[in-house]
């Protein structure tokens, strides 16, 4: 199974199986321990069966995280190549999972261009102004206060956003102030709020 990256396309599919997998092989581990020590000593009564009990503990916490990655929707292609073709160079992250106190919202796409993130979603359940209060304060308490958020559920107008953006991107980056964050190094402003939409993602 080839490794697909957080904010990549295919990364939700991806995710499904490698934490499908990963949840079964945490609980078979217990399992095998508590046969093992049944068959052993001839009782249940033993410290394999304490062991395997709080084996189950890290395992139960992997079927949270499954759960959740399972309740999200891979983007379909046609959308994914609409919002490719409209972006151009500008930096986008494709398929996050944003997490909140309250809920999870999945953002098919984000694009970053200056003091602006764009970002959309197909769930007709997603709080718009919700989910665009808490990137921005994700943003701001990273030091990017200036960041306008925007979250729309249309696909037309939101292509047509990101057209006017890759068009003239300079006019969005323009008297922006930035100073290189040394957790990651070598990388542009747009850059690094790309990498802090990752931090608050699944």
Known sequence: MKKVKKGTRGYISYEKKKRF?????????????????????KSRLNLFTVIAILGCLPACRSMVGLIMMLMQRPMPDDRYDAIKQAAGSLTVGYELAITAYEHTSLVEAAVICGDQVVCFTADEKTDIAYLEKHIRQMLSSNGFTEAQVKVMKDLKPYLQRVSVLAKNPEKYREGLSFTPDERYPGLSRDEVIYQTLLAISL
């Open 21 to 41: 997998l990963m949840t079964l092989l945490m609980f078979i581990l217990p399992l095998g321990i508590y046969i093992i020590g049944y068959v052993t000593v």
